[in-house]
């Protein structure tokens, strides 16, 4: 039986994409089925141009030199990434509607949906996580 990872991602950071991304893909390529849910500033890392600008931590900026000098991808390769190894991308549709956001900020292949639509993913998950 088939492995499922449900991760809420509600955080709009730098390193807040970091880690729902990297769990996300280790995740997928140990054959696992993952669900994100993007809710409030977690949109960001799912949104075609914030996810290039992600922020750093306040006083975290030394992290910048490190993530380069361990040819660590930026934020929007991790997300392609993601999407090669399977992983669902649900945008919270109450959020998108509050924040007046429109399907088309965001990259292909996300998914518009609630928190039925991520319950029913996350009701028999193994594992559930939440940034």
Do not use: R, W
């Not at 709009?12 to 994409?17: K, Q, T």
């Not at 993007?38 to 306040?58: D, R, S, V, Y």
Request: glycine share 8%; net charge negative; proline share 3%.
């Amino acid at each position: 039986m088939t492995k499922k990872v449900a991760i809420i991602a509600s955080n709009g950071g730098l390193f807040d994409a970091y880690k729902v991304f990297n769990i996300a893909t280790a995740a997928a390529s140990m054959d696992q089925e993952v669900a994100i849910l993007f809710t409030f500033e977690g949109l960001n890392l799912i949104h075609k141009e914030a996810n290039q600008q992600l922020p750093m931590p306040e006083g975290k900026e030394h992290f910048a030199e490190g993530f380069a000098k361990a040819n660590v991808p930026v934020i929007p390769e991790m997300l392609a990434m993601a999407q090669e190894l399977g992983v669902k991308l649900i945008g919270c549709q109450m959020t998108m509607d509050v924040m007046e956001l429109e399907q088309e900020v965001f990259v292909d292949g996300v998914e518009v949906g609630g928190a039925v639509t991520f319950l029913e993913f996350a009701q028999n998950a193994d594992v559930t996580l939440t940034f």
